[in-house]
């Protein structure tokens, strides 16, 4: 079942009727619309049918975990943003889901206010634009945040919504040494109790699709992560 969206359609796929029924209501209240699944092979099909603004997705799904839904769409070119549902204990499956392509992620138990605050941020980092004249470069990297585009050599990159944010906050101010805690502030927009692994894994998958320019993103044993050509 589908409600009827206003700010957008988001994706739910979670075989836990309470869990579903609890997120849909509280999206719904802030005016998403909300389309549900149980088993991940109907969730991957909703995902290409129905082009969600967002994917909430359990990783535990009967067929289909959410891991093998996020691989799928990154495959297909699919960039929409993904939060993923997860047990307080799997933190193997958490960083393998953010490895995939995932922005973001809720540990259970969690508070649904809190879902809907993430779903909602993430959102807005997407929707995101800048002045044109706001274009970052260091060295062969080019960041346009009117176009949340990024370049190097030329050759386009895709990034998530969650890597191009913290691409660009770290190009904002190249030299500068941000701490993990500062950067989940920033990109996130949430404290540290989420767990710096979060970025950690961030940083880990923007150099890796940088290739041979992974060193401008360089780590400050102790402290943290700085855009440095």
Not at 149 to 159: F, I, N, Q
Not at 163 to 169: I, P, R, Y
Not at 200 to 228: C, E, F, M, N, W
């Amino acid at each position: 079942m589908t409600d009827i969206p206003g700010r957008g359609l988001v994706l739910v796929v979670e075989d836990e009727r309470p869990i579903a029924d609890l997120v849909r209501l509280y999206l719904s209240r802030e005016g998403f619309g909300v389309h549900v699944e149980r088993d991940g092979a109907a969730g991957l099909a909703a995902a290409r049918r129905l082009r969600p603004v967002a994917c909430i997705l359990d990783i535990a799904l009967p067929g289909l975990d959410g891991t093998e839904i996020c691989r799928r769409l990154r495959a297909d070119g699919d960039w929409t943003p993904v939060i993923f549902l997860t047990a307080r204990d799997d933190e193997v499956d958490r960083i393998l889901g953010l490895e995939l392509g995932g922005d973001d992620y809720v540990t259970k138990p969690f508070s649904p206010r809190e879902l809907v605050t993430r779903v909602k941020a993430l959102l807005r980092r997407a929707s995101v634009t800048a002045e044109p004249d706001r274009v970052r470069s260091l060295g062969p990297l080019r960041l346009d945040p009117g176009r949340r585009s990024v370049t190097v050599d030329g050759a386009a990159l895709t990034l998530t919504a969650t890597e191009f944010d913290l691409l660009a906050h770290l190009l904002g101010r190249p030299g500068r040494v941000f701490t993990r805690e500062e950067l989940l502030a920033a990109v996130w927009g949430y404290a540290s109790h989420a767990g710096t692994r979060t970025v950690d894994v961030h940083v880990a998958q923007v150099r890796a699709k940088l290739g041979p320019s992974a060193g401008l993103i360089r780590t400050v044993r102790g402290v943290g992560y700085t855009a440095d050509a």
